[in-house]
């Protein structure tokens, strides 16, 4: 393990002398241009890919780049998902539109990376209909960003013929875990933290073990060294991040479990909120359940995906829990938090559902009374068993499912979101309102956005605000 750590810093030493070279590049053209370099990036999909673009923005700062936020710029990334088809098809449209824009920037440079980029089939439809690409990479090589920068450029200045200028550096699967590389932060006062990169579940419709890898967990002491970093730096919300943040520490050299890490988290003075995200219901243990009644830090929200309330699809979905299990586990966190807000992830149209099947997902909808629900209708992956099937739902049918449980998640929801109304709750102030400047907008412990005026100079800090009136998915209020 010792061996693997200094791999890794020499792999963080090897990136930094190329952030350098570019960068030495980047400030001669400076002098004789008097302009910085643009780049713009765009990220579709989860929490995981944003935090990923805060790094691959932190590389282009550190070399020199100045972020814009439209297309018209030096540098277009893509940061891209694949977990349904429309996320593919929504970069697709993009490409088309940037392909146009860069026959009138002939210096313009495209990248592509992210989930969407670790399936052979888009990369060759891309090379095949989207030459004009210069860069590719995928979810495991991100810190090679200023390396592949400075191939592509090279390619270029040897004359290297047009059509073999683009850089394509895939990794199927990796354990390396590089640190200490130039990174970025959206926001001043909250941040999301990586605990444990891939999965290892192989839920049957997924495609993200494929194109994330298998779970590998970051250490203890550099996360704990990162959240410190960011306390002192003024971050008072942190998000801990993974596709399954229930299974952290259990390949570590050291077994840790997650409720020990938030024990440890918990430590941390200055940091007053804490957030995780994705739980899954096999793995949330007793112990987990216990810290959170315990913590004052740990927020009041728990982002539990269902997926099917039928027992029966929930085994060929191989998710290794049952109905009646999944019940148990809400009740138990109920009785341990009994303010906690839950939300889920539901998919309707599963190969094989029946409507059987599809009343027993109703039947949860109802007796949990979720705060809210990502719905979906099942999408096809290529490469996951669920795509084999040869029982693959109607569409009408799915559609039909999919309106009806829109029905049902707004009812069950509608029926504890106003709760908090005419109480004063801790709030997050995070920005000034994008549609009325004279308000600001926070989120509550549970999640919830509150909209109040106030001056600007409160953004970061955490407020008691009087909740007036809730508006089903937000409040108004007023401070208190
Ligand atoms: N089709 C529809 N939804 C899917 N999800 C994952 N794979 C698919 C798929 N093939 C949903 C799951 C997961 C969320 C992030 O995306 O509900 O929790
Ligand atoms: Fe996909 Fe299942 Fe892993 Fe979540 S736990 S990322 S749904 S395979």
Same mark, same amino acid.
């Given at each position: ?114 989930? #969407?980029?670790? %399936? ?12 004009? @690409?210069? &860069?590719? $990479? +995928? ?36 354990? #390396?875990?590089? %640190? ?12 999301? @933290?990586? &605990?444990? $990169? +891939? ?74 909120r804490i957030r995780f995200m994705t739980s899954h219901p096999k793995d949330l243990s007793q112990d987990l359940i216990d810290v959170m009644g315990r913590s004052k830090k740990i927020c009041n929200h728990l982002h539990l995906p269902l997926q099917s309330g039928s027992t029966r699809l929930l085994k060929i979905m191989n998710r290794r829990y049952t109905k009646e299990a999944y019940l148990d586990l809400v009740e138990r966190i109920k009785k341990a938090v009994p303010d906690i807000s839950l939300t889920t992830d539901i998919i309707v149209g599963f190969p094989g559902e029946t409507e059987e099947d599809f009343l027993e997902t ?119």
């Amino acid at each position: 393990m010792e061996k693997l750590k200094n791999t890794n810093e020499l792999e963080t030493n090897k990136q930094l002398d190329f952030i350098n070279i570019l960068k030495s590049k980047y400030e001669d053209e400076y002098k004789k241009t008097g302009v910085r370099k643009t780049y713009y990036i765009q990220t579709f999909g989860c929490q995981m890919n944003s935090r990923d673009s805060e790094k691959i923005s932190g590389i282009l700062k550190r070399i020199g780049y100045v972020e814009t936020d439209t297309e018209d710029a030096d540098f277009v990334l893509y940061n891209t998902c694949t977990v349904r088809e429309n996320a593919n098809n929504r970069v697709y449209g993009r490409l088309g539109y940037v392909g146009r824009l860069k026959k009138s920037r002939p210096g313009m440079l495209v990248a592509l990376c992210g989930c #969407m980029m670790q %399936e052979s089939t888009a990369v060759e439809k891309i090379k095949a209909s989207y030459p004009f @690409v210069d &860069i590719i $990479f +995928g979810t495991h090589n991100i810190f090679k960003l200023a390396e592949l920068i400075k191939t592509r450029l090279d390619n270029e200045e040897i004359g290297t013929k047009h059509s073999d200028r683009m850089v394509i550096d895939l990794w199927k699967d990796t354990d #390396m875990i590089v %640190e200490n590389l130039p990174n970025d932060r959206k926001y001043s006062f909250k941040a999301g @933290v990586n &605990i444990v $990169f +891939g999965c290892n579940n192989y839920c049957s419709y997924c495609i993200v073990p494929y194109v994330r890898g298998r779970e590998r967990s970051r250490n203890l002491e550099d996360i704990l060294e990162e959240v410190k970093a960011l306390a002192s730096e003024g971050v008072k919300e942190i998000m801990l991040l993974g596709q399954n943040v229930n299974s952290y520490g259990k390949n570590l050299d050291k077994p840790l479990t997650f409720a020990k890490l938030l024990e440890e988290i918990e430590k941390i003075e200055g940091i007053e909120r804490i957030r995780f995200m994705t739980s899954h219901p096999k793995d949330l243990s007793q112990d987990l359940i216990d810290v959170m009644g315990r913590s004052k830090k740990i927020c009041n929200h728990l982002h539990l995906p269902l997926q099917s309330g039928s027992t029966r699809l929930l085994k060929i979905m191989n998710r290794r829990y049952t109905k009646e299990a999944y019940l148990d586990l809400v009740e138990r966190i109920k009785k341990a938090v009994p303010d906690i807000s839950l939300t889920t992830d539901i998919i309707v149209g599963f190969p094989g559902e029946t409507e059987e099947d599809f009343l027993e997902t109703l039947d949860v909808v109802k007796r949990v009374g979720f705060d809210s629900a990502f719905t979906f209708l099942y999408s096809k992956r290529t490469g996951t068993p669920a795509a084999n099937m040869d029982n693959q739902v109607d569409e009408k049918v799915a559609k039909d499912r999919f309106d009806r449980l829109l029905t049902a998640v707004q009812e069950s929801s509608s029926k504890s979101l106003g709760r908090y109304e005419n109480t004063v709750q801790d709030v997050l102030v995070e920005e000034v309102n994008s549609q009325d400047g004279s308000l600001l907008t926070g989120r509550l412990s549970n999640n919830m956005l509150v909209h109040f005026p106030g001056n600007q100079s409160l953004i970061g800090s955490i407020i008691p605000v009087y909740l007036k009136e809730s508006k089903g998915f937000y409040y108004i209020g007023s401070q208190a």
